[in-house]
Nanobody
């Protein structure tokens, strides 16, 4: 089971980026999935979550709600996160995570996820 994150970069405030996380060795659509981010000196923060299986539940943190959008591309076994209206405070290392099941009360808890991709840096400049 492997996850590979990509798509980070440098963008001006107000701009957009799309992150992708590709799965290999398993069917990502069957797994609960989340994007986390960690800024220097801050704790890791869960920003977007998607349940696995047939009925999809998507949850966003208040800090990104209305600006970030997560979507699964089953044919390519990956999950995208479109990030719009980026702010300086969105600067962080973003990581993707997946696990077979994650209870809703734990979707923002990093230890609830068994599989992690490497981080990708997102830097928002003024």
């Amino acid at each position: 089971v492997q996850l590979q994150a990509s798509g980070g970069g440098l963008v001006q405030a107000g701009g957009s980026l799309r992150l992708s996380c590709a799965g290999s060795g398993f069917t990502l659509g069957n797994f609960a999935f989340a994007w986390f981010r960690q800024a220097p000196g801050k704790e890791r923060e869960g920003v977007a979550y998607s349940s696995g299986g047939g009925r999809t539940t998507i949850v966003y943190s208040d800090s990104v709600k209305g600006r970030f959008s997560i979507s699964r591309v089953s044919a390519e076994n990956l999950v995208n996160m479109q990030m719009n209206s980026l702010r300086l405070e969105d600067t962080a290392v973003y990581s993707c995570a997946a696990s077979r099941t994650v209870i809703l009360s734990a979707i923002r808890v990093p230890s609830a996820y068994a599989n992690w991709g490497q981080g990708t840096q997102v830097t928002v400049s003024s």
